[in-house]
């Protein structure tokens, strides 16, 4: 199995961007997905999570109202929305997905930066 996430990159502090994490050799639909974040110097910590069937989702506190976790099953793909970026949201973000096993994606980069 194979977790791609992207959509990562350079954002102004007050922007937004999308993440995205493609699924393939695995059923989906029955992962629960999480994104994580790790800053340099910083412990791996995790953002937002949402179950198989996109009923039950939790944030960080520190993401609550500006962060969107979602998933597309007919797609394969989970993602997250950052909306109001900040600098302190720079970090590696990776996506994990859980059920009978544990899949990690190589993450990607978002840099929140004047």
């Known amino acids: 199995a194979q977790l791609v996430e992207s959509g990562g990159g350079l954002v102004q502090p007050g922007g937004s961007l999308r993440l995205s994490c493609a699924a393939s050799?695995?059923?989906?639909?029955?992962?629960?997905i999480s994104w994580y974040r790790q800053a340099p110097g910083k412990e791996r910590e995790l953002v937002a999570d949402?179950?198989?069937?996109?009923?039950?989702?939790n944030y960080v506190d520190s993401v609550k109202g500006r962060f969107t976790i979602s998933r597309d099953n007919a797609k394969n793909t989970a993602y997250l929305q950052m909306n109001s970026l900040k600098p302190e949201d720079t970090a590696v973000y990776y996506c994990?997905?859980?059920?009978?096993?544990?899949?990690w994606g190589q993450g990607t980069q978002v840099t929140v930066s004047s």
């Open positions: 949402i179950n198989s069937g996109g009923g039950t989702i």
């Open positions: 994990n997905a859980r059920w009978n096993l544990v899949f």
């Open positions: 050799r695995l059923t989906f639909s029955r992962y629960n």
